[in-house]
């Protein structure tokens, strides 16, 4: 209960203060005159000048607020090292404990700094503003942090807190802790596919000197180079970028003796093959409808260099024509089937025959670029099952079947239950009704002795569409020239655009077209594990995350071909994943995450700031317990930390309840204090 007075004047203010230097200046000349009676002038003045200011008597009901203190807990993944976590949990407990002994004290616990995939670094002073944002800050008694002491939103100074009271520090871990770490000094994002990136790193060793260790490099999982590195030592290294989209290059060094993590041992650096230009060569046979299809498609490639012949006048012909009239030129056959020849992605036949302009030699030659890591693509019409059929040639030996004859009838293209799955077929728009939403095609080459199943069929079920691999290289055969209709919107069209873009992408070996792969993705907050097959069963896939952890995924059938399964993606670094025999990697976030670049615990970082505040910062671990400080609660003090104690800033904060107000010159009893003042001036100045 309170007590007090309070004044609500009846005329303004500066009347008031006017009416009081009166009185004062009354007051002198009656002290200076000395008349009869002058003490009771003053008082009744007084009493007027009193009246007029209003005096009322106060009674206030108060409550006291507790004062509130945060404790945050440091939940980041580098807390799982060594003992941290049986210790975070202990300190935890012992000092919630400790707080709530301390009466009018509440006691805030938030748990902050999770991965989550997304967040670069231990997080803790949002989560200490999160948890005091609702308390003003004239109740804030203090903040507890349990951690390791690596954080990384650490404020510039004591006034960006927020709060004027104590921050502790209890920190976790030991003092002598070893670790090392392999640091990303320099790394490229992207490179030509076929040219080599530098990348530069650094072996850092914490707690030890001079050390030394192997140095693994891997990309996409095979060893690269090896190497002793001494402790300090920056290195460079040489990555040849062998094909486009992401090529996944780890660093690993060995472990150090009893240190404290093999989590940052690797780095890993993701680095995009983007392909320079694409290099095509395109023969064609002789001059038709279709032959436009693919000159479009493949100009349409700002990525592809096509070189494009196509044969007008084959050697034999003789029709008079005198030379210096031909405005043809000599088809370059030495300089693109020998001397340049691996200088191609992709050699295309279309409605090629033998016409005596490339010599059998020549298509020996095109069978060993195929089985040396080159593509063929024959786009077949009549010309294939004829006499002069390039399968009468050299190249028979990694061409997928034997031509016997062609068939002329209307039919529609049809996916195999091989090209359901095919990642070239698969998905094709219009190949889900039946028939297709797509244009008729009029002619088919028939053929036998298939080296592979069709991923499309034609008239009759025979094939259309083969894909074959021959030692490296691959080779596709379509068996039928009139893909043009589809191009030109007959009966509606095709997707003949996604069809040939996949097929030339597939031959020149883009990853994501493999039959067989594992690929990893992110998705927002989630990871999800893509197994492309051609089987009808999957093993399941062991997922490992950047700090280590295990977890094995059983795949659910999607499309088919395709087997997905989803996790969440809650740290940054270096994910991978197996199923026995095919291996993914992904890196997710920065290249070096920060809550691994250093995990050695520390007091140094947190001292700063909470010796700003009168806190103090104190490690926890003593042999196998955990050494928790006294904690006490400080009423008026700029220092909170003492030896073996720590404090907390109580507040003396409260809210009113209830107020009660009695006027003093109210009613009668002011009527009656004003009569008798002046009454009794009269009196005296009677007699």
Do not use: C
């Not at 060893?223 to 990555?239: A, Y």
């Not at 093999?262 to 064609?284: C, E, F, H, P, Y």
């Not at 053929?447 to 034609?458: K, L």
């Not at 896939?541 to 071909?561: H, I």
Request: net charge neutral; charged share 20%.
């Amino acid at each position: 209960m309170n007590y007090g007075i309070a004044f609500t004047p009846l005329i303004p203010s500066a009347v008031l203060w006017t009416a009081l230097a009166a009185i004062v200046v009354i007051a002198v000349l009656l002290l200076l005159a000395r008349p009869r009676g002058a003490w009771l002038r003053l008082l009744a003045l007084s009493l007027l000048l009193l009246a007029l200011a209003n005096p009322s008597f106060t009674r206030e009901e108060r409550e006291p607020l507790s004062s509130v203190a945060a404790v945050v807990v440091d939940k980041s993944p580098s807390q799982s090292f060594g003992d941290r976590t049986s210790e975070t949990a202990r300190a935890q407990q012992a000092l919630v404990d400790s707080l709530k002994k301390i009466p009018g004290l509440e006691v805030r616990v938030v748990d902050a700094g999770q991965a989550d995939g997304e967040t670069d670094g231990t997080k803790l002073f949002g989560a200490v503003s999160s948890a005091l944002s609702d308390v003003p800050v004239d109740r804030v008694a203090g903040a507890f942090l349990i951690t390791d002491g690596r954080v990384h939103d650490i404020p510039a100074n004591a006034a960006a807190l927020g709060f004027q009271a104590p921050l502790h520090a209890l920190i976790t871990g030991r003092k002598d802790e070893k670790d090392r770490r392999i640091a990303i000094a320099a790394a490229p994002r992207f490179g030509i596919v076929g040219q080599a990136q530098t990348i530069t790193y650094r072996l850092d060793d914490q707690g030890v000197t001079g050390q030394r260790a192997k140095v693994v490099v891997r990309v996409d999982g095979e060893t690269i180079n090896e190497r002793n590195v001494v402790s300090g030592q920056t290195v460079n290294v040489d990555i040849d970028i062998k094909h486009a989209g992401p090529n996944i290059v780890e660093i690993e060094a060995s472990p150090l003796e009893n240190e404290l993590t093999l989590v940052n041992n690797r780095a890993v650096v993701a680095i995009d093959g983007v392909r320079d230009k694409l290099r095509v060569l395109l023969v064609s046979g002789e001059p038709h409808s279709g032959e436009r299809t693919w000159r479009n498609l493949l100009k349409s490639d700002p990525s592809v260099d096509l070189v494009h012949f196509t044969i007008l006048r084959p050697p034999e012909k003789q029709d008079g024509t005198p030379i210096n009239e031909l405005s043809l030129i000599a088809f370059p056959t030495r300089e693109l089937f020998q001397q340049k020849i691996n200088e191609f992605q992709l050699i295309i036949f279309d409605r090629y025959a033998r016409q005596g302009v490339l010599p059998i030699a020549y298509f020996d030659n095109i069978a060993r670029y195929v089985r040396s890591g080159g593509a063929v693509l024959v786009s077949a019409g009549p010309d294939y099952a004829s006499s002069t059929s390039i399968w009468r040639t050299p190249l028979d030996s990694v061409l997928p079947a034997e031509p016997v004859g062609v068939t002329e009838k209307p039919f529609y293209a049809m996916l195999s239950d091989v090209g359901k799955r095919h990642p070239v077929t698969r998905g094709l728009e219009g190949s889900n009704s039946n028939p297709p939403h797509w244009s008729r095609f009029f002619r088919t080459v028939d053929t036998r002795n298939a080296t592979t199943p069709p991923v499309m069929t034609g008239a009759d079920g025979k094939p259309l569409l083969l894909l074959s691999r021959f030692g490296e290289g691959r080779v596709a055969l379509l068996l039928s020239d009139h893909i043009w209709l589809w191009a030109r919107g007959y009966e509606g069209g095709g997707p003949h655009l996604d069809l040939l873009r996949r097929m030339s992408h597939w031959l020149m070996k883009q990853p994501e077209l493999d039959e067989e792969a594992l690929h990893l993705q992110v998705h927002g907050h989630d990871l999800v594990v893509q197994r492309q097959t051609m089987a009808d069963s999957v093993t399941p896939v062991t997922v490992t995350s950047p700090s280590g952890a295990t977890r094995e995924l059983t795949l659910s059938a999607g499309e088919p071909g395709m087997w997905t399964a989803t996790m969440p993606a809650n740290e940054l670094g270096l994910w991978q994943a197996t199923d026995g025999t095919l291996k993914a990697l992904i890196n997710v976030g920065p290249t070096n995450p920060k809550e691994f670049s250093e995990v050695t615990s520390t007091t140094d970082t947190l001292k700063p700031l909470a010796q700003a505040t009168g806190g103090g910062v104190q490690r926890i671990a003593s042999g196998s317990s955990i050494d928790l400080p006294r904690i006490v609660p400080v009423h008026s003090s700029s220092i909170f930390r003492g030896d073996g104690w720590m404090g907390v800033k109580m507040r003396d904060a409260s809210v009113v309840r209830g107020v009660g107000v009695l006027p003093v010159f109210a009613g009668l009893i002011g009527l009656l204090l004003l009569l008798g003042a002046f009454a009794a001036t009269w009196l005296r100045e009677g007699r």
